[in-house]
């Protein structure tokens, strides 16, 4: 892996380039998914099925090919290991009680007037999740998008996935059981997220659109957005960590390749006051990358994208990785807890040698849907408010209006309007 150090000349011109690690070339596809999006809104179904016949490599013969039966789910459901659906089934439940904590409450109170001010919490009617698949199984992502909606009390939701040559992941679809999903969709990439957005003759037009995927489906969800509301702009995966002399070098290793192993473009990010503990990782790195199923897609990201950045002190560390803000964050020191005050921008902190970022990915309960490419500085992970809207409430008592109506007319007649301030001061004449 690439050693920066903190101190060097060219050390900012090396990090500015860190920096730059979530840049989508959003611009460059723009065009292409503006026309996808179009022909699904004016020809539904049936540009749904030729863009599934372009990018996905099958015909859907009729409007009910495009949805997974129930049926098929309850026996991918029933085939899988017992072990494994256990493991689902303890995913299930932290992941619920964790998001259960979160949700926020209705409220009101009256003032000593008798006046009532307050908040009213509701669910969206409709949520739509895209969640990736084909060949490859990301259970733990349909976990992570349905039971914060579930939480949150969303009436219905509706699952997509890209079914490339018409197959689908059995392990997707016991998850799905296990959830009890039941519109569930054959269709991915900037179409899924069209239908969704504007509904079909098959797929129902939705509140809010959640859910990680490419390039294409990142822009795609840019585009609708004011169509319906979406959770956020997600680039490649990431993890940060923070380490001091205390820290094992296989233990970080394996932690930036964790990262590493998803995605050509994901980066690895390793932030240190100790050089020698640098150098250690750095060979570590190299020696379990032999060892890895996706070697070549993590040693393209290590090489490209990794870095080890050693520093004067763990001030200086914690500065820049609060400026890379990233979307996981490993703090692996003596007392990680007393560092915890100082760091700003994260998606998701994990504290001590025994948290690894894979189990905040799967079972640990917080979400694993986070922000990436630095929008930690303004984002926040997928949860149950993503699918929650608010109403204001406010019931004015006679005396209240009373107390505050003059001030109020006086504002409305220095703006100008006149409708406003008379609808005012007609009750305080009464």
């Known amino acids: 892996m690439k050693i920066f150090y903190s101190s060097d000349d060219t050390f900012e011109a090396n990090f500015n380039e860190l920096l730059e690690r979530g840049k989508m070339d959003i611009e460059?596809?723009?065009?292409?998914?503006?026309?996808?999006?179009?022909?699904?809104k004016n020809e539904g179904n049936s540009a749904l099925k030729a863009q599934i016949a372009k990018f996905d490599r099958w015909e859907p013969q009729s409007d009910e090919a495009l949805m997974v039966s129930p049926e098929a789910m309850a026996e991918a459901y029933e085939s899988i290991d017992p072990a494994l659906r256990d493991a689902l089934h303890l995913a299930y439940d932290r992941i619920e009680a964790y998001h259960q904590k979160l949700m926020p409450s209705t409220w009101m109170d009256e003032d000593k007037t008798g006046s009532i001010l307050g908040q009213k919490v509701t669910a969206v009617d409709r949520a739509g999740l895209y969640i990736p698949g084909g060949k490859a199984a990301y259970p733990s992502s349909l976990l992570m998008n349905v039971?914060?909606?579930?939480?949150?009390?969303?009436?219905?939701?509706?699952?997509?996935t890209p079914t490339p040559d018409d197959e689908i992941n059995e392990l997707l679809l016991a998850a799905c059981h296990l959830c009890k999903v039941t519109k569930v969709f054959k269709v991915g990439g900037a179409s899924a997220i069209g239908a969704m957005?504007?509904?079909?003759?098959?797929?129902?037009?939705?509140?809010?659109?959640?859910?990680p995927g490419n390039i294409f489906v990142a822009t795609a969800k840019k585009l609708v957005y004011g169509e319906v509301n979406i959770d956020m702009i997600a680039g490649p995966s990431e993890i940060g960590i923070l380490a001091d002399e205390t820290a094992r070098e296989d233990y970080l290793a394996m932690d930036l390749l964790s990262q590493a192993e998803h995605d050509e473009m994901a980066s690895s990010i390793l932030i240190t006051?100790?050089?020698?503990?640098?150098?250690?990782?750095?060979?570590?790195?190299?020696?379990?990358?032999?060892?890895?199923?996706?070697?070549?897609i993590a040693r393209k990201s290590i090489e490209e994208r990794g870095a080890i950045i050693v520093t004067s002190s763990m001030e200086e560390a914690i500065d820049l990785m609060n400026e890379i803000a990233p979307e996981h964050?490993?703090?692996?020191?003596?007392?990680?807890?007393?560092?915890?005050?100082?760091?700003?921008?994260?998606?998701?902190?994990?504290l001590g040698e025994n948290t690894p970022e894979p189990v905040g990915d799967y079972i640990a309960g917080p979400n694993h849907t986070l922000p990436t490419g630095g929008t930690a500085k303004f984002y926040s992970p997928l949860s149950v408010e993503h699918f929650l809207k608010k109403s204001s409430i406010i019931s004015m008592s006679k005396e209240g209006i009373n107390a505050i109506g003059e001030a109020c007319a006086m504002i409305a007649n220095t703006?100008?309007?006149?409708?406003?301030?008379?609808?005012?001061?007609?009750?305080?004449?009464?």
């Open 28 to 40: 460059g596809v723009t065009s292409i998914v503006n026309g996808l999006l179009k022909e699904i």
């Open 273 to 296: 006051t100790e050089s020698e503990l640098a150098n250690r990782v750095s060979d570590k790195v190299e020696e379990f990358l032999g060892t890895l199923s996706r070697e070549t």
């Open 197 to 211: 957005a504007y509904g079909t003759e098959t797929i129902p037009k939705v509140d809010v659109i959640t859910g």
């Open 147 to 160: 039971i914060p909606a579930q939480v949150a009390g969303v009436e219905e939701i509706v699952v997509c």
């Open 329 to 350: 964050l490993e703090v692996v020191t003596k007392d990680p807890m007393s560092l915890l005050d100082s760091i700003k921008h994260a998606g998701a902190i994990f």
């Open 415 to 430: 703006e100008g309007l006149t409708a406003h301030e008379e609808s005012v001061r007609i009750r305080l004449r009464d």
